[in-house]
């Protein structure tokens, strides 16, 4: 699983307590990455790395699911990130997991197949594959 825009780590602290399997973290703000890169240092399963989600060097990870937590402000940033990641894993199954995603960046997801979601107010997540619907 990657987590693009990991912050602090919370999301894979989460998962990691469930789930172990390999995380990858990818926080551009260098103060919060070297937290976060402290925090997992004893887990051989969790890499954290400092860059920038938009160079797609995550895409080298060979992740199967990504978590977004809304990190990029414009939609079309939004677009560009989800494309060319899906393009980049045209042949297998891959899941995004949004958190707090606002309705016109998840526009893109029109066509893939929705797999769970839960909205309170103006909070939620969705659970995206990037099978298409037909």
Do not use: W
Not at 80 to 95: D, M, W
């Amino acid at each position: 699983m990657a987590d693009l825009g990991c912050g602090g780590g919370r999301s894979i602290y989460f998962f990691n307590k469930k789930l172990k399997i390999n995380y990858y973290g990818i926080e551009y703000q260098k103060d919060i990455y070297e937290g976060c890169k402290k925090l997992f240092s004893s887990l051989s399963n969790v890499k954290i790395y400092n860059d920038n989600i938009m160079s797609y060097d995550f895409l080298n990870y060979n992740a199967d699911c990504f978590f977004i937590n809304d990190p990029l402000k414009h939609k079309e940033d939004f677009d560009n990130l989800i494309i060319n990641t899906i393009n980049a894993n045209n042949k297998k199954i891959i899941y995004f997991i949004l958190i707090n995603v606002d309705e016109t960046k998840r526009e893109i997801f029109n066509k893939y197949k929705l797999i769970e979601s839960y909205k309170y107010k103006t909070k939620g997540y969705y659970i995206y594959s990037n099978e298409k619907i037909l």
